[in-house]
Antibody, heavy 119, light 111 residues
């Protein structure tokens, strides 16, 4: 059974940094593209960025709204996906979902972790 | 302002058929990018409902169907049930943005 479990969310001040993580199980982690999608309170879904699979050298891509501030990485040895968020803004407040991608669609979703950016 | 446009809300009575649209443009749906649909129940994570325009994952009832034509796509739900009340999102890939894009979501109310 595929499972994705996020952790690390919390309250951070504007301009601060936070790293959230996702532990994957039930599939060969290195075989799949992994994506972060966020949802601001009461709003719709927003693609944040993705990490390619091992075959595509774990290349990362980011939405324009987070490029240069957010970094996606994977544990070299484990089954973990990370999102390092720097220079956080109030508008980054959202539930962040870890998602397993399959040909540009999102097959499995974690339960999400809430990141709140507030003074 | 979302790249893909969805109506904010639709409604229908139990047993009825409802449809909801997802309108894009030439760099996304019009560029032959596939459209995918997600259902988000209140307080829950989104769930894949339709992938590749018309395909249902295992376990999704055949009451749900998708279609695509030109720069638009549609999700249809037949035999509407109370548990279908949720938010529905379309998603595609935009070649000009080099990014995945979502619609703003449609809230389905079962009357």
């Amino acid at each position: 059974e595929v499972q994705l479990v996020e952790s690390g969310g919390g309250l951070v001040q504007p301009g601060g940094s936070l790293r959230i993580s996702c532990v994957a199980s039930g599939f060969i982690f290195s075989d799949y593209y992994m994506t972060w999608v966020r949802q601001a309170p009461g709003k719709g879904l927003e693609w944040v960025g993705r990490s390619a699979n091992k075959g595509d050298n774990y290349i990362t891509n980011y939405a324009a709204s987070v490029k240069g501030r957010f970094t996606i990485s994977r544990d070299a040895s484990g089954n973990s996906l990370h999102l390092l968020m720097n220079s956080l803004k109030i508008e980054d407040t959202a539930v962040y979902y870890c998602v397993r991608e399959n040909w540009y669609y999102y097959q499995y979703w974690g339960q999400g972790t809430l990141v709140t950016v507030s003074p | 302002q979302s790249v893909l446009t969805q109506p904010p809300s639709v409604s229908g009575a139990p047993g009825q058929r409802v449809t909801m649209s997802c309108t894009g443009s030439s760099p996304n749906i019009g560029a032959s990018s596939d459209v995918h649909w997600y259902q988000q129940l209140p307080g829950k994570a989104p769930k894949l409902l339709i992938f590749g325009n018309t395909n249902r994952p295992s376990g999704v009832p055949d009451r749900f169907s998708g279609s695509k034509s030109g720069t638009s796509a549609s999700l249809a739900i037949t035999g509407l049930q109370a548990e279908d009340e949720a938010d529905y999102y379309c998603q595609s890939y935009d070649s000009s943005l080099s990014a995945s894009v979502f619609g703003g979501g449609t809230k389905l109310t079962v009357l």
